[in-house]
């Protein structure tokens, strides 16, 4: 949906929607019940004396605790190893015999917590210092580096060079600034830093390439002094065809606040809270798959599009059908003169025909030719 016309899509997978998870759900509702029915409807005094039971027989028995976010879950127990393959027996047994789903068992794995796990994009490790209170370690889990690693690189590859200085770095922007962001709740300063660093080289080696020049050079034409508010710096900038600056987007400007403690007496649950705004991001996918990588090719038949269809009315040059008026009508902007024939992004070039004339009109040009 752009400009409120739906266009088709041309490449690629819809993803972040909301159907799947809510599908999901749905569905995984049992799963939530099963969890209260055997652990999550008892007191205190219970899941106590249920492990106090099971120190005493050796059956390792414990309480367990569950979360759930879509299809991804995890269960903590208190009790042994051995329980916890039981508990995980148990899982895989109700999953088959009432919902007719199995557990991935390459996925599913034991682990204590002191040696980490990961879920949702997150690693949580419970830290226990020799000299200091025991607290719970939350980062940005490695997978997840590695994918934002590979995003930069590919963006800032060598095939990549004729693309706009300007539209490289605001490219870049919008990778780093949704990266961080997602992970602006957790223990993030550190790595946050060091990423800054390594994408800064990266952009660095890539305008090498573009002018074929030395890093001196490269340096003496994007670094400058960054003077805003509280901050004296050395960035990497440039001017785009506004005349306005471009800068190099920090992760590490982004201030990492702790996540509010659900027991504190100022809680409220967001979801109910209208005061505010929510960021609403996919759990798995802190990367977009199909982001832009900063190439002008997309960017300026995009803007070719818009205003062909501006110019219009949003109407269909054939029919006459148009959004403006109410009609279901799915819009396309037609090259006169197709791109394998040398057709440009003009205006002049540019024809809005709804899905079905759009249809019509590559039936009438391969059958001509």
């Keep these: 949906m752009e400009d409120g016309v739906v266009h088709t899509t041309e490449e690629g997978t819809p993803q972040g929607g909301i159907l799947s998870p809510m599908l999901a759900n749905i569905y995984l509702h049992e799963l939530d019940a099963w969890w209260h029915r055997n652990w999550g409807d008892l007191t205190q005094n219970q899941k106590r004396w249920r492990r106090e039971k099971g120190r005493r027989d050796g059956t390792g028995e414990g309480s367990v605790l569950y979360w759930r976010y879509a299809d991804d879950f995890i ?46 994009g997150f690693h949580v490790q419970w830290m226990t210092p020799p000299r200091n209170k025991p607290w719970l370690r939350i980062t940005p889990s490695d997978k997840n580096i590695q994918r934002f690693k590979a995003k930069i690189r590919d963006m800032t590859a060598s095939y990549r060079g004729h693309d706009a200085p300007d539209q490289k770095i605001a490219a870049i922007n919008i990778i780093t600034s949704g990266w961080i962001n997602y992970y602006r709740y957790c223990n993030a300063k550190a790595i946050a830093h060091k990423l800054d660093f390594w994408v800064n080289q990266r952009l660095i080696k890539w305008a090498n390439r573009k002018h074929n020049k030395g890093v001196r050079y490269v340096l003496r034409l994007y670094r400058t002094r960054q003077i805003e508010g509280n901050r004296n710096r050395w960035n990497l900038r440039v001017i785009n065809s506004q005349g ?20 504190a007496s100022s809680w409220q649950n967001p979801y109910l809270d209208t005061s505010r705004e929510v960021l609403i991001v996919d759990g798995e996918m802190p990367l977009d798959n199909l982001a832009w990588s900063g190439s002008s090719s997309k960017a300026e038949q995009k803007d070719w599009a818009r205003k062909a269809r501006e110019e219009v009315s949003y109407t269909c040059q054939n029919c006459g ?16 003169v197709p791109k394998s024939k040398g057709g440009q992004h003009h205006p002049d070039n540019a024809k809005v025909l709804c899905q079905e004339c759009h249809v019509k009109a590559h039936k009438v040009s391969t059958s001509s030719t």
């Design 75 to 120: 269960l903590l127990t208190n009790g042994t190893k051995m329980y916890a393959y039981q508990v995980r027996e148990q899982l895989c047994q109700f999953l088959k015999d009432e919902l007719h789903l199995e557990l991935n068992m390459e996925k599913t794995k034991v682990t204590h917590v002191s040696d980490g796990l990961d879920f949702l």
């Design 244 to 263: 306005e600056p471009v800068w190099l987007f920090k992760m590490s400007d982004v201030t990492i606040k702790r996540y509010q403690d659900r027991s």
């Design 321 to 336: 059908r148009s959004v403006l008026a109410g009609e279901a009508v799915q819009l396309h902007t037609h090259h006169r």
